[in-house]
């Protein structure tokens, strides 16, 4: 069976000369029809650069990079992208903004409210829809994102630390709004994390990558049952495999301490 995302021996470098750093060298990574990927590890071993890059919104210098077996040329409505920052356009209401990027999918002005509507119903939104973002808290903001992002139907969704700017209580709860949605909807999520918590509550796979260059360094299961519940968190199987994944991100920082 065809991968949804299949990344082969993909290698991108930044600068030139004696400036040139390589930032990812030969990445093998494939994502299934409707798992939930996260990629973790420390500060600068590429996680968002090869999210962007699968984004197509970087290009990259060997390797092969494919969705649903078609190589990625650019940016395409097959990927939803969620930033930490929540980029929504200020001088539109929560409702134009979801309109804005169904607009540009093609639908008819009447399709594209009653897609708004049902997006931000599915966020909880709804009666926010008539809102400016500078009327919205941060977490409301990002909801209105995901929405955005999710209502003309991509096949993907790549996320970059989409709550790292939120508080603790907000995060747990975006958390749990986002995986109640691909629970019920399904489809591939990419999802760039420094939470190790967030990324062990949220997958089905943690791939931890290594840096200078960045690499797959290793890859852990999931094996907690879903739906996912934060009670969750307090369990042993929980404790031992976030422990495991803190465990080998701390190798990689102290080797790039080392260096």
């Not at 065809?2 to 030139?16: D, E, P, Y």
Request: charged share 25%; glycine share 6%.
């Amino acid at each position: 069976m065809t991968a949804k995302l299949q990344i082969t021996a993909l290698s991108k470098t930044f600068g030139t000369g004696a400036r040139r750093v390589e930032a990812l060298h030969e990445i093998d990574l494939s994502l299934a029809d409707n798992e939930f990927v996260s990629l973790v590890g420390t500060s600068g071993c590429g996680k968002s650069t090869l999210l962007s890059i699968v984004a197509g919104l970087q290009e990259f210098d060997r390797g092969e990079l494919l969705v649903d077996g078609a190589p990625v040329m650019g940016p395409g409505l097959d990927r939803g992208v969620v930033f930490q920052t929540y980029t929504l356009l200020p001088w539109l209401t929560a409702r134009q903004n979801v309109e804005f990027a169904l607009k540009a999918a093609g639908l008819k002005r009447a399709q594209c409210r009653e897609v708004a509507m049902e997006h931000l119903e599915l966020v909880k939104l709804a009666k926010f829809a008539d809102a400016y973002p500078s009327q919205l808290s941060g977490g409301m903001q990002q909801r209105v994102a995901i929405a955005r992002a999710l209502s003309y139907r991509p096949k993907m969704l790549l996320m970059d630390e989409p709550f790292g700017a939120l508080d603790a209580l907000t995060r747990h709860q975006m958390q749990e709004l986002l995986t109640r949605i691909w629970e019920e909807h399904r489809l591939t999520v990419l999802f760039v994390t420094h939470d190790v918590e967030e990324a062990v509550y949220m997958s089905d796979r943690i791939v931890v990558m290594s840096i200078a260059p960045g690499r797959i360094k290793t890859t852990f299961h999931v094996g907690l049952a879903r739906p996912r519940h934060q009670d969750m968190f307090s369990t042993r199987e929980f404790i031992d495999l976030q422990r495991e994944v803190i465990r080998t991100i701390r190798e990689e920082t102290m080797k790039a301490q080392a260096a």
